[in-house]
């Protein structure tokens, strides 16, 4: 946690009192309103003489996904129905992506209206998609997992038994 200026200078004039051991840490958490961990953090290592300061998107540190942001709005912009997964295998198998499933997803919601207004498709449209199975000549097959389970032989006994 990245405490605001006043929260800031307002802990810093507990550090010596919790020094010179007038005031607890339990004291500390309690008049401040603060997490115990935070209240260690800061008052325990040696601190700036200036409060910590976010950057200016207020984030405290760039994403890792940030870096691939151009790589994944040019996959967008060729399939714009391409799953986050798909997106973030290709990142972690071909380009040494190290950053996790759950950025990539977040990304790829924030990016894919932004991308399908770049092609002049409207959100209606978008919502309207969807993803078609088809086989590629040359490629490997795409399966329609519901209806490859609704064919087989196993399902189809499954449905006809009675239950008991």
Known sequence: MVLDPHR???????RSLLESGAISLSEVVRET????????????????ATPPRRSPSGRSKARVIDEFAPLVDSMLRAEILM????????????????????????????????????LGITPKELAGMH????????????VDWATRARSSPTWASL???PST
């Open 159 to 161: 449905r006809s038994t």
């Open 131 to 142: 993803r078609r199975f088809e086989v590629i000549p040359g490629a490997q097959a795409q």
């Open 33 to 48: 309103g603060l997490d115990r961990k935070t209240v260690r953090k800061y008052l325990s290592a040696p601190g700036p």
């Open 83 to 118: 799953k986050a997964a798909v997106i973030h295998g290709r990142l972690v198998a071909e380009y040494g992506f190290t950053g996790n499933y759950q950025r990539t997803k977040l990304y790829v919601h924030e990016a894919r209206p932004r991308i399908a207004q770049e």
């Open 8 to 14: 800031w200078s307002e802990l810093r004039r507990f």
